[in-house]
């Protein structure tokens, strides 16, 4: 049963796990009903944190910021309540 402990670097372990607490974010149905304003701002500095850590590529960033916006901009508009 050990055979698949410690497959991932400490590196990719914190990777996965920033990535994950991201989509999470993505996902928070509560936060981008009650606040979009805040959802999105959080979103974008999850971003600017794991660039900042060089966690993600510049690529991967403009990636997740973009999914970030088009959150936002569903958000504003309302497509939770439908």
């Not at 497959?7 to 914190?14: F, I, K, P």
């Not at 990636?63 to 901009?73: F, G, I, K, M, N």
């Amino acid at each position: 049963m050990n055979a698949y402990k410690n497959l991932l670097t400490a590196e990719q372990q914190t990777r996965l796990q920033a990535l994950d607490i991201w989509h999470r974010t993505l996902q928070d149905r509560t936060l981008r009903m009650d606040c979009p304003d805040r959802y999105h701002e959080e979103l974008l500095r999850q971003c600017d944190e794991m660039d900042r850590l060089g966690i993600i590529t510049w690529q991967e960033w403009q990636e997740l910021r973009r999914e970030a916006d088009q959150a936002y901009v569903q958000a504003i508009a309302g497509h939770d309540y439908h």
